[in-house]
């Protein structure tokens, strides 16, 4: 049901933002594996600082422990910069493939060379999970191979730990992906959907924080997708990576359904 014409320009319209980010996003995971020699030489001493800092802060970025790569480069990246940047990605690109074609009058344009709304839909969704895995790859093997490079103790990368943080990573920006270009589906105006699908994707974040940071209302973490992903429980092999996945998965899969549905039947300012 995708458009494969459409599908090809869509992604060399935004092959520029995709690479930017993957690179980006490599680059830094590279720099910050670069320094986990110096930090694994002086473990002791960073231990003891970490002790001056109350647990609860602590916990909400990630810096229970810095013992292994896997934990290091999933508190230095993974449990904070890591979020922001790709729900940045996630959120602006989701609105660029629909809301933005809808404001511009683009979309008048698409639909008269005779592509139906469903097969636009689709071919967007499948642009923006293209989007989502290239980058999930790059950084991936950016940082796999700065570690195997840059790091001599044996035993401080994981393959299977450090490939489980970057999938289901890629799950949850799939899943914020998903309501996003939903939101980016019932919006005519892009403002609108960005400020909505923005609002709401850092609003999630937010709770998350709060909900590690003060443990009596830590129930709210159960009403946001970020609470299924905990890089440094993954590195530790303490998180429940398959439950995590199926239930990100599954949001991702009922939202990405759910816009092509209401994409098909809702009225459009043509």
Known sequence: MMNRPLYIQMMKLHIKTI?????????????????????DENIAEIDAMMGLFPDALLRALGLESLSSYGQFISAEYYGLFYLLILGVFSVMLTVQLLARLVDRGSMAYLLSTQVSRVQVAITQVMVFMSSLFIIHVVTFGAGFLAATFLIETESTIAFSE?????????????????????????CNDEKNAFALAGVLTFTFYGMNMIGKIVTDIDWIRNFTPFSLYEPGQIASGDADVWMSSIVLALIGIVTYVLTVLIFKRRNLPL
Request: charged fraction near 0%.
């Open 19 to 39: 690479l930017g980010f993957s690179i980006g996003s490599a680059l830094y995971v590279t720099l910050m594996t670069s320094l986990f020699p110096m930090i």
């Open 162 to 186: 450090f490939f489980q943080i970057n999938f289901v990573g890629f799950l949850l920006f799939f899943a914020i992906g998903g309501y996003s270009l939903l939101l980016s589906a019932l």
